[in-house]
């Protein structure tokens, strides 16, 4: 059974750091491109972040740019993606993300999605 599981959201004040995790299981991690997205109340999903097989490629939204850093730990199946000098404009939900193919990952589809967790930036 294929799992993600998201942890490390909560609320933060403008200017503050989180790092989320994805643990998962139940798939071959080593062989996916993995990343995440992000849903704010009333907007439609956006990219975040990718980070291929290796990890020597990586993708961000220009949003996060400079701000936001992914990396991955293929011995434990696991990705984090560290949150820094936090805006209210990146309170969101955050979903991890799965997917074979790393240019259709950067197009939002993934072939697994965790269930996400939340990040509150307060002003």
């Known amino acids: 059974q294929v799992q993600l599981v998201e942890s490390g959201g909560g609320l933060v004040q403008t200017g503050g750091s989180l790092r989320l995790s994805c643990t998962t299981s139940?798939?071959?991690?080593?062989?996916?491109?993995m990343g995440w997205f992000r849903q704010a109340p009333g907007k439609v999903r956006e990219f975040v972040a990718a980070i291929s097989v290796s990890g020597d490629t990586t993708d961000y939204a220009d949003s996060v740019k400079g701000r936001f850093t992914i990396s991955r730990d293929n011995a434990k199946d696991v990705v984090y993606l560290h949150l820094n000098s936090l805006k209210p404009e990146d309170t969101a939900d955050y979903y991890c993300?799965?997917?074979?193919?790393?240019?259709?990952?950067?197009?939002?589809?993934?072939?697994?999605w965790g269930q996400g967790t939340p990040v509150t930036v307060s002003s």
């Open positions: 139940g798939f071959l991690f080593s062989v996916y491109t």
């Open positions: 993300a799965a997917s074979t193919n790393y240019y259709r990952f950067l197009r939002g589809r993934g072939e697994f």
